[in-house]
């Protein structure tokens, strides 16, 4: 709705609005003046009425303070003093010393201080030069003391000695009340005081001295200050110098005795006089309008000594405005209560025309709307006659509304015969039901049939059904629309039978497809174990002839041969992974996983390649927070493996770097974002060569293939791993300066073990590192469990001053000064020496000198292992040796006899060699297919035990079948649980799978690696002979 439009719909209903909004300010501005005047008049009325109590509380606090004061004139003591005020300092009279007639009074004014909490000090002061205190009883700290007499003080000098010995033998002297002081200064904490004195004369008329006592004025203020709270009033008192005592700003009061000389009522409001007539008087300050009434309390009438203090009643804008704040808010809330139902009656007034309104617009829209329809459109009253027929209508059925008005609707339109008692019927339902009906029928008019569809509908008072009036019939000429949808329907079964028969097509192209995909993966399995077959004889012969002694050219070849034989078999992986993952059957496994061991075996596989070229090789774990997760680690490594091989191929210099981190995803689960970054100072990828890098059979430029190798296959098969494991695969890279692989993974999280009390014991290391970044990781790494120190190659022996477990030196560092020098320290120290060297160092360091040498890559938290292992060694000495030869005890060959199943005679001569080589003393029988193997087992003696290599696919019985039947006892039950290794060219995970579910112990798969041959068989062995 546009604005304009908004405000002439509500212009009326803003008026009034604002109307009753301008009366409610008026209301309520009338209803404040009121309060506040109100106000005003009960205040002023309760500012007299508590300045008359005020006057009477502060006379009446002295008046009862004086007659403490006779009370303690009239005692004995105080007339015996100055009886024996003379030279023998005795009483006649009493027959007593001055010094007894003391103590007696010491004793009264004790008794009398405890009783009298108002009452802080009592003293008896002499006539003399000195104006020397007799006696002082004070109060401090809740107890009641009597003053020594070397603390009895001169009181010449003070304004009251001067007052009082002016008086006469019946007056009494009240002082100003100021803060208490003694020797000279306020005493702290402070309290407000004030004086009463008395003259003591002797019989012959001489003045001897007089007594006086301090009265605490704090509780008369505070009774002041409280009186005045209850009613929004407030109460100041000034002395007669107009300085203040009691003020509502607490820091303005006694300010001459504190020596604020603006603490005056003058300095403080800006009047140039004291209210004191008791009358009320209006004035500002700061803006602020105050009333205020005083009056005078006189503390002495003399002649040469009229003082007095003022005591003021007060209160302001805002004490009033709290008053009648209460009154105010009520006020408000009346005012806003009754505009507001105002409002809403106007709303609902308003809402009521707006209804009657769109009523009548809304039946001048429906008026038009049905004159203006091309269906007829017909009002029928509760006795079936017409009383309503539009244009339409009349065009229709050709009958004009005067002749069709109060006629039935059946007698005015000629239809189908056996229709109209349909039509008859659903008229009925529409009026006595409230039923909605259609029906279809036939018209005929000037030898014309078209077709009509009739839509009976009630007419009703209520929205919701109630009270029907009539019913409404709209009729519609159809007939095109029919033979619009008969044209449609047949054209739809024409399309119907079209896509039936392109959807046979192709489904039988789909089937003919998955068959030809089936066929090519079975082919490439079968190609690829065909293919092992042979390579595995090649390998083993290359294997065996490079055993042998050969010259340097033939072992060169030979090494030659052997990485042939590698890229082949890598090849061959390829290109069964890729079929697999087109077939869709490459499965992820979910197994335990340790990270660092992981990365540290790939690592060192992958260090000496990068000596050869001269790359330095740095491994960066320092943000791994999960050690232990739960993956596929076959794969996660043969992802590494494929980005870790591309760097080394595609770089001639620099560095190549891997950096493994980990962060949990979520907080409440133990999901976790594994990321693996690769990165290189290679050739690098343009941006529109790293679009295309991640497709089957491509790499950057064909010069590339050409140049460095590889069928393109690695990176789609490494993406394709890392979309099933929940993760994917990115690069980013700059021609001539690198690339940046970066892999994310989905991983689980294993809980990790409790940490010993080894792993949580901390140590200190000390770096001589060459290379800056492996110095930066390393010193960040070791940080987290100890301290870590940098020494200078030139000053190492600053080792002496510090506390280092370990010391890691890179041994290009180690010249031969510095050589000389750790020799030295190794005595003096005790510090381990850890020795960092690359893998193929040929430099020999001294034996002398005691280290233990760690081999690159560095990887941090295997370095804080290898320290702590070292530790554990030093402390439990002989046993840890022992374990490690127990370990690495070697099995008795001589009672074991293997038999080599294989239907290839070339692989049987290779194992039967590759077993000689790792020891003569074996006995091996060979066996073609798995009945020769049941049929040579029984022939192993009672005195050996036999390990079977099986190869899986033989003819008559292959290595599955045979398997089964050992281990049911066909071969004899001493051979049931015999161990066997599968020994097959099938590398599928099906033929794994398949291997252990027939009931193998161990797959190895061909062409044969000798180190892992050769581990896998020595385990068992060694498992064996346990038994």
Same mark, same amino acid.
């Given at each position: 709705?546009?604005?304009?439009?908004?405000?002439?719909?509500?212009?009326?209903?803003?008026?009034?609005?604002?109307?009753?909004?301008?009366?409610?300010?008026?209301?309520?501005?009338?209803?404040?003046?009121y309060?506040?005047?109100?106000?005003?008049?009960?205040?002023?009325?309760?500012?007299l009425?508590?300045?008359?109590?005020?006057?009477?509380?502060?006379?009446?606090?002295?008046?009862?303070?004086?007659?403490k004061l006779?009370?303690?004139?009239?005692?004995?003591?105080?007339?015996?003093?100055?009886?024996?005020?003379?030279?023998?300092?005795?009483?006649?009279?009493?027959?007593?010393?001055?010094?007894?007639?003391?103590?007696?009074?010491?004793?009264?004014?004790?008794?009398?201080?405890?009783?009298?909490?108002?009452?802080?000090?009592?003293r008896?002061?002499?006539?003399?030069?000195?104006?020397?205190?007799?006696?002082?009883?004070?109060?401090?700290?809740?107890?009641?003391?009597?003053?020594?007499?070397?603390?009895?003080?001169?009181?010449?000098?003070?304004?009251?000695f001067?007052?009082?010995?002016?008086?006469?033998?019946?007056?009494?002297?009240?002082?100003d009340?100021?803060?208490?002081?003694?020797?000279?200064?306020?005493?702290?904490?402070?309290?407000?005081?004030?004086?009463?004195s008395?003259?003591?004369?002797?019989?012959?008329?001489?003045?001897?001295?007089?007594?006086?006592?301090?009265?605490?004025?704090?509780?008369?203020?505070?009774?002041?200050?409280?009186?005045?709270n209850?009613?929004?009033?407030?109460?100041?008192?000034?002395?007669?110098?107009?300085?203040?005592?009691?003020?509502?700003?607490?820091?303005l009061?006694?300010?001459?005795?504190?020596?604020?000389?603006?603490?005056?009522?003058?300095?403080?409001?800006?009047?140039?006089?004291v209210?004191?007539?008791?009358?009320?008087?209006?004035?500002?300050?700061?803006?602020?309008?105050?009333w205020?009434?005083g009056?005078?309390?006189?503390?002495?009438?003399?002649?040469?000594?009229?003082?007095?203090?003022?005591?003021?009643?007060?209160?302001?804008?805002?004490?009033l405005?709290?008053?009648?704040?209460?009154?105010?808010?009520?006020?408000?809330?009346?005012?806003?209560?009754?505009?507001?139902?105002?409002?809403?009656?106007?709303?609902?007034y308003?809402?009521?025309?707006?209804?009657?309104?769109?009523?009548?617009?809304?039946?001048?829209?429906?008026?038009?709307?049905?004159?203006?329809?091309?269906?007829?459109?017909?009002?029928?009253?509760?006795?079936?006659?017409?009383?309503?027929?539009?244009?339409?209508?009349?065009?229709?059925?050709?009958?004009?509304?005067?002749?069709?008005?109060?006629?039935?609707?059946?007698?005015?339109?000629?239809?189908?015969?056996?229709?109209?008692?349909?039509?008859?019927?659903?008229?009925?339902?529409?009026?006595?039901?409230?039923?909605?009906?259609?029906?279809?029928?036939?018209?005929?008019?000037?030898?014309?049939?078209r077709?009509?569809?009739?839509?009976?509908?009630?007419?009703?008072?209520?929205?919701?059904?109630?009270?029907?009036?009539?019913?409404?019939?709209?009729?519609?000429?159809?007939?095109?629309?029919?033979?619009?949808?008969?044209?449609?329907?047949?054209? /739809?079964?024409?399309?119907?039978?079209?896509?039936?028969?392109?959807?046979?097509?192709?489904?039988?192209?789909?089937?003919?497809?998955?068959?030809?995909?089936?066929?090519?993966?079975?082919?490439?399995?079968n190609?690829?174990?065909?293919?092992?077959?042979?390579?595995?004889?090649?390998?083993?012969?290359?294997?065996?002839?490079?055993?042998?002694?050969?010259?340097?050219?033939?072992?060169?070849?030979?090494?030659?041969?052997?990485?042939?034989?590698?890229?082949?078999?890598?090849?061959?992986?390829?290109?069964?992974?890729?079929?697999?993952?087109?077939?869709?059957?490459?499965?992820?496994?979910?197994?335990?996983?340790?990270?660092?061991?992981?990365?540290?075996?790939?690592?060192?596989?992958?260090?000496?390649r990068?000596?050869?070229?001269?790359?330095?090789?740095?491994v960066?774990?320092?943000?791994?927070?999960?050690?232990?997760?739960?993956?596929?680690?076959h794969?996660?490594?043969?992802?590494?493996?494929?980005?870790?091989?591309?760097?080394?191929?595609?770089?001639?210099?620099?560095?190549?770097k891997?950096?493994?981190?980990?962060?949990?995803?979520?907080?409440?689960?133990?999901h976790?974002?594994?990321?693996?970054?690769?990165q290189?100072?290679?050739?690098?990828?343009?941006?529109?060569?790293?679009?295309?890098?991640?497709?089957?059979?491509?790499?950057?430029?064909?010069?590339?293939?050409?140049?460095?190798?590889?069928?393109?296959?690695?990176?789609?098969?490494?993406?394709?791993?890392?979309?099933?494991?929940?993760?994917?695969?990115?690069?980013?890279?700059?021609?001539?300066?690198?690339?940046?692989?970066?892999?994310?993974?989905?991983?689980?999280?294993?809980?990790?073990?409790?940490?010993?009390?080894?792993?949580?014991?901390?140590?200190?290391?000390?770096?001589?590192?060459?290379?800056?970044?492996?110095?930066?990781?390393?010193?960040?790494?070791?940080?987290?469990?100890?301290?870590?120190?940098v020494?200078?190659?030139?000053?190492?022996?600053?080792?002496?001053?510090?506390?280092?477990?370990?010391?890691v030196?890179?041994?290009e560092?180690?010249?031969?000064?510095l050589?000389?020098?750790?020799?030295?320290l190794?005595?003096?120290?005790?510090?381990?020496?850890?020795?960092?060297?690359?893998i193929?160092?040929?430099?020999?360091?001294?034996?002398?000198?005691?280290?233990?040498?760690l081999?690159?890559?560095?990887? $941090?938290?295997?370095?804080?292992?290898?320290?702590?292992?070292?530790?554990?060694?030093?402390?439990?000495?002989?046993a840890?040796?022992?374990?490690?030869e127990?370990?690495?005890?070697?099995?008795?060959?001589?009672?074991? $006899?293997?038999?080599?199943?294989?239907? /290839?005679?070339?692989?049987?001569?290779?194992?039967?060699e590759?077993?000689?080589?790792?020891?003569?003393?074996?006995?091996?029988?060979?066996?073609?297919?798995?009945?020769?193997?049941?049929?040579?087992?029984?022939?192993?003696?009672?005195?050996?035990?036999?390990?079977?290599?099986?190869?899986?696919q033989?003819?008559e019985?292959?290595?599955?079948?045979?398997?089964?039947?050992?281990?049911?006892?066909?071969?004899?039950?001493?051979?049931?649980?015999?161990v066997?290794?599968?020994?097959?060219?099938?590398?599928?995970?099906?033929?794994?799978?398949?291997?252990?579910?027939?009931?193998?112990?161990?797959?190895?798969?061909?062409?044969?690696?000798?180190?892992?041959?050769?581990?896998?068989?020595?385990?068992?062995?060694?498992?064996?002979?346990s038994?």
């Amino acid at each position: 709705m546009r604005f304009n439009e908004w405000l002439y719909k509500y212009k009326l209903r803003l008026v009034i609005t604002f109307i009753i909004l301008c009366c409610a300010i008026i209301a309520y501005g009338g209803t404040s003046y009121y309060i506040e005047n109100a106000a005003i008049k009960r205040q002023k009325q309760s500012i007299l009425n508590g300045l008359e109590i005020s006057k009477s509380l502060v006379k009446s606090h002295i008046e009862t303070n004086r007659s403490k004061l006779l009370f303690l004139f009239s005692t004995p003591p105080i007339s015996g003093l100055a009886r024996a005020n003379n030279e023998a300092k005795f009483d006649t009279l009493e027959n007593t010393t001055q010094e007894q007639w003391r103590q007696r009074l010491s004793k009264i004014l004790v008794a009398y201080l405890q009783n009298n909490q108002e009452i802080k000090q009592a003293r008896v002061i002499l006539n003399d030069e000195h104006g020397k205190e007799l006696l002082r009883v004070f109060r401090h700290e809740n107890q009641t003391k009597v003053a020594s007499d070397e603390f009895l003080q001169n009181k010449r000098h003070r304004d009251y000695f001067e007052a009082t010995v002016r008086l006469n033998r019946d007056e009494e002297y009240i002082s100003d009340i100021t803060l208490n002081r003694e020797y000279g200064s306020v005493e702290y904490p402070m309290w407000s005081t004030y004086r009463i004195s008395r003259p003591i004369y002797q019989e012959n008329g001489q003045l001897f001295g007089f007594i006086i006592i301090n009265v605490d004025a704090s509780t008369m203020f505070d009774t002041l200050r409280n009186s005045a709270n209850q009613g929004f009033a407030h109460t100041t008192v000034l002395n007669g110098q107009e300085y203040f005592l009691l003020a509502k700003d607490r820091n303005l009061e006694f300010g001459l005795d504190l020596g604020n000389e603006q603490a005056t009522w003058s300095n403080h409001v800006g009047l140039n006089f004291v209210p004191h007539n008791e009358q009320l008087e209006t004035f500002e300050v700061k803006g602020v309008t105050n009333w205020v009434v005083g009056t005078k309390v006189w503390l002495s009438t003399r002649m040469n000594d009229q003082r007095y203090i003022y005591i003021l009643k007060s209160f302001d804008e805002y004490d009033l405005q709290f008053l009648t704040k209460e009154s105010r808010e009520t006020a408000l809330s009346v005012t806003i209560f009754v505009a507001i139902l105002m409002l809403i009656v106007l709303d609902f007034y308003q809402r009521h025309l707006e209804r009657l309104t769109e009523l009548n617009d809304t039946q001048s829209r429906f008026k038009a709307i049905v004159l203006g329809s091309t269906d007829a459109i017909v009002g029928i009253d509760k006795d079936h006659q017409i009383n309503s027929w539009n244009p339409a209508a009349s065009y229709l059925f050709g009958i004009k509304e005067s002749t069709a008005l109060s006629s039935k609707l059946t007698d005015v339109v000629t239809v189908q015969f056996d229709k109209k008692p349909e039509l008859q019927q659903a008229l009925q339902d529409a009026l006595t039901d409230g039923k909605t009906s259609v029906i279809q029928a036939s018209y005929s008019r000037d030898s014309l049939t078209r077709i009509f569809v009739f839509h009976m509908y009630p007419v009703s008072h209520g929205s919701d059904g109630s009270g029907i009036i009539g019913a409404a019939a709209v009729i519609r000429d159809i007939t095109t629309l029919i033979q619009s949808q008969n044209e449609v329907i047949e054209l /739809n079964e024409s399309l119907e039978a079209k896509v039936k028969q392109r959807t046979s097509q192709l489904r039988a192209e789909k089937i003919r497809a998955d068959q030809a995909n089936e066929t090519k993966s079975e082919f490439v399995a079968n190609i690829a174990h065909e293919i092992r077959t042979p390579l595995n004889g090649i390998a083993g012969m290359v294997e065996l002839i490079s055993s042998e002694q050969l010259t340097t050219k033939q072992q060169h070849f030979a090494k030659l041969a052997k990485n042939s034989i590698e890229i082949l078999a890598v090849l061959i992986n390829d290109l069964l992974d890729m079929s697999k993952i087109e077939a869709g059957k490459l499965e992820i496994e979910q197994l335990p996983m340790n990270t660092v061991d992981a990365i540290s075996a790939l690592a060192s596989t992958f260090q000496m390649r990068m000596e050869h070229k001269g790359i330095d090789f740095i491994v960066d774990l320092s943000d791994l927070h999960h050690q232990h997760i739960v993956s596929d680690p076959h794969r996660i490594k043969q992802i590494i493996t494929n980005l870790l091989g591309n760097a080394v191929k595609f770089t001639e210099r620099g560095t190549i770097k891997i950096v493994v981190s980990s962060k949990t995803i979520e907080a409440s689960t133990d999901h976790v974002l594994l990321t693996i970054e690769v990165q290189d100072t290679g050739i690098g990828i343009s941006k529109e060569q790293c679009e295309k890098l991640f497709k089957p059979y491509n790499q950057a430029e064909s010069s590339t293939a050409r140049k460095f190798g590889g069928t393109g296959l690695g990176l789609t098969i490494s993406r394709h791993l890392a979309e099933l494991m929940n993760g994917d695969i990115n690069v980013e890279s700059k021609l001539g300066a690198g690339s940046c692989f970066t892999v994310e993974l989905k991983v689980l999280a294993q809980k990790e073990k409790p940490q010993s009390q080894t792993d949580n014991e901390s140590c200190n290391f000390a770096l001589l590192l060459k290379n800056g970044i492996e110095h930066i990781l390393c010193q960040q790494g070791l940080a987290k469990h100890g301290q870590v120190s940098v020494l200078d190659p030139n000053n190492v022996s600053e080792i002496e001053e510090l506390v280092v477990d370990y010391l890691v030196c890179d041994i290009e560092v180690l010249t031969d000064s510095l050589t000389k020098e750790l020799l030295r320290l190794q005595d003096v120290v005790n510090t381990k020496l850890l020795v960092l060297q690359n893998i193929n160092e040929k430099r020999v360091l001294p034996e002398e000198l005691q280290c233990e040498v760690l081999v690159r890559p560095l990887i $941090v938290p295997e370095l804080v292992d290898y320290c702590r292992q070292l530790g554990t060694k030093t402390n439990e000495g002989k046993a840890a040796n022992s374990l490690i030869e127990t370990s690495t005890s070697t099995p008795n060959f001589d009672q074991i $006899v293997i038999i080599v199943a294989d239907d /290839n005679e070339v692989n049987r001569i290779v194992s039967n060699e590759l077993l000689q080589k790792i020891s003569t003393e074996l006995t091996v029988i060979e066996a073609s297919n798995g009945l020769e193997v049941l049929q040579v087992l029984p022939e192993v003696s009672e005195e050996k035990q036999a390990l079977i290599l099986m190869d899986c696919q033989m003819p008559e019985l292959d290595g599955y079948e045979a398997t089964k039947a050992i281990r049911q006892g066909e071969a004899g039950e001493r051979f049931a649980e015999c161990v066997i290794i599968a020994m097959t060219a099938g590398v599928m995970e099906d033929d794994k799978a398949m291997s252990m579910k027939s009931g193998m112990n161990d797959f190895i798969a061909k062409p044969l690696n000798y180190e892992l041959f050769k581990a896998m068989l020595l385990k068992w062995l060694t498992y064996i002979q346990s038994k």
